[in-house]
């Protein structure tokens, strides 16, 4: 859920703080109330945005918009079938992690920064449609 499995860790670390700024427990009580709304809205706004972002794609006239998340997740599925349960019912899964552990970390990021780079590009290029 992102964010919001940190809140309360958060708000555990705050809360102090605002015991010696704020020495009002009401007080205190309603900013911890206003700071955990302020991130449940911020989520909820993040949540919404991503969906209209996944609505768009699969709305979309491009194949390649409207068929990347898709192929993407089918990828994702292969692989970890493959690691986690067809390789070692084959004997083979301490090589596949090996293999793994063999990639360099630069092509991991790579492969991270060229979904994150087209999460982003297709969210700037929604967003732009909608200002027209």
Do not use: C, H
Request: net charge neutral; proline share 5%.
């Amino acid at each position: 859920m992102g964010f919001l499995t940190i809140l309360p860790a958060l708000l555990s670390t705050v809360g102090p703080i605002l015991q010696r700024i704020i020495p009002d427990e009401g007080q205190r009580a309603q900013v911890q109330a206003e700071l955990q709304r302020a991130a449940l809205d911020q989520q909820s706004d993040l949540n919404r945005a991503m969906a209209e972002v996944m609505k768009a794609d699969a709305a979309s006239e491009s194949p390649w918009a409207r068929n990347a998340r898709p192929a993407t997740v089918f990828w994702a599925l292969a692989m970890i079938t493959w690691v986690g349960v067809i390789s070692p019912m084959l004997g083979l899964q301490a090589e596949v992690v090996a293999a793994l552990k063999g990639v360099p970390a630069e092509l991991w990021s790579l492969l991270s920064v060229g979904i994150g780079a087209y999460m982003l590009a297709r969210s700037v290029d929604k967003f732009i449609d909608t200002k027209k």
